[in-house]
């Protein structure tokens, strides 16, 4: 992500399974820890550096006048990364002796990055396969940790001339993402919207042309509201043939914006912090929900959280919820040679739980139930 970009998007024991609180979702806005790259050669997890074929922009914090006492890297999820930018600048601002880099550059290539032990921590908005999870056990003898960080929306963003509040039923939505609507004065869509001006004109569906958390959320939803949906549920899909493709959430909302009659689906922060237009979709109890970080917490409350914490909703029952909502993860090493890579991933963990905590509601991301918290912090135990 270049600066252009991020001036745009930001200015105890093992855990047991639960039942969420239909309370507010509080606290987790800072699981932030990457910590910048490492000039060293990546041979470990705990000597590692973010690859370097130019693909993917990162933002790293000034180094101490000191000197740095920790430096680490991370890669993945560009769903979370306006907030994992703000986290970090704003960790280096009160430690200056920790300096902070993420790679914003897709769960995909975050989660190979992570098995292959080239970054510090991986970030990815899917949870972990059971054969990524075998990988990662064959080589480094322990199971990888995953905990949630924060929650969000997947929204139908869009550039419809006239069209202010666009309103689509799940026979739109579910044709729309198929293929089968082509057009935008459809009467699937026009029967939602009576009284717009929908335009005679083929529809630009924009989506993620790389290996997605994103698109797992988008289509781990589709696969469960739309009947006709066949391309499965997957970081990355085959597509009906013209439909545009594009990189990051980053890169699908900057088509949109310089493509008459787009639509497409990326992070609702993207959508907000770039003033984007967002449809209203009907929810599974026939509502239409307006995207908000109120409607995707919503999404979450009463949901059982599985021991492994990899909670997913992919069509709340909740008449009040926006049906697209999702968690985002951090992945971790159990172990580290580093001591002070160690130190320093902890307490920007600890910082990023209290001090940081403000950050999530403010950049439009869903914060985590304190019960949850709870258990992330328990899973934490195990990082040695």
Not at 172 to 182: E, P
Not at 193 to 198: I, Q, S, T, V
Not at 240 to 264: D, H, L
Not at 336 to 363: M, P
Request: proline share 8%; hydrophobic share 35%.
């Amino acid at each position: 992500m270049n600066d252009h970009q991020i001036k745009q998007l930001t200015s105890e024991n093992p855990v047991a399974t639960g039942r969420l609180r239909p309370t507010v979702w509080t606290a987790l806005t800072a699981l932030s820890i990457g910590l910048t790259i490492s000039s060293c050669t990546p041979k470990s997890p705990d000597v590692a550096t973010p690859p370097s074929d130019g693909a993917a922009p990162s933002t790293t914090a000034p180094a101490a006048s000191g000197g740095t006492s920790a430096s680490l890297s991370g890669a993945g999820a560009t769903f979370p990364a306006p907030l994992y930018q703000r986290w970090f600048a704003d960790y280096n601002k009160a430690n200056p002796g920790t300096q902070i880099s993420y790679q914003s550059v897709g769960s995909g290539a975050g989660i190979e990055q992570f098995l292959a032990g080239t970054v510090d921590f991986g970030a990815t908005d899917a949870p972990l396969k059971p054969e990524e999870r075998t990988k990662f056990k064959t080589k480094y003898g322990a199971e990888p940790i995953q905990i949630p960080m924060t929650g969000g929306s997947v929204v139908f963003a869009y550039n419809l001339d006239g069209v202010k509040d666009l309103k689509l039923s799940r026979a739109a939505y579910c044709g729309i993402t198929t293929g089968a609507i082509k057009k935008w004065n459809d009467p699937a869509i026009a029967k939602a919207n009576p009284g717009a001006k929908l335009p005679d004109s083929a529809i630009q569906f924009v989506h993620r042309s790389d290996g997605s958390g994103t698109t797992f959320q988008f289509t781990n939803h589709l696969k469960v509201a739309c009947p006709t949906w066949t391309a499965g549920v997957n970081k990355s899909i085959s597509w009906p043939a013209g439909m545009t493709g594009a990189k990051g959430n980053e890169g699908v909302s900057a088509q949109i914006k310089q493509t008459p009659n787009a639509i497409g689906y990326v992070e609702y922060s993207y959508a907000k912090q770039t003033d984007m237009s967002m449809a209203a979709i009907e929810n599974k109890s026939g509502k239409l929900i307006v995207p908000t970080p109120e409607a995707g917490e919503a999404a979450f409350v009463g949901e059982k959280v599985p021991a492994d914490l990899a909670l997913l909703v992919p069509d709340s029952a909740n008449p009040n919820a926006y049906p697209i909502s999702g968690l985002t993860w951090l992945l971790l090493y159990p172990q580290s040679k580093d001591a002070a890579k160690n130190t320093a991933l902890k307490a920007t963990i600890e910082w990023a739980l209290t001090t940081g905590k403000t950050t999530v509601t403010e950049l439009g991301y869903i914060p985590l139930d304190d019960e949850l918290v709870t258990k992330v912090k328990a899973e934490l135990t195990k990082v040695k």
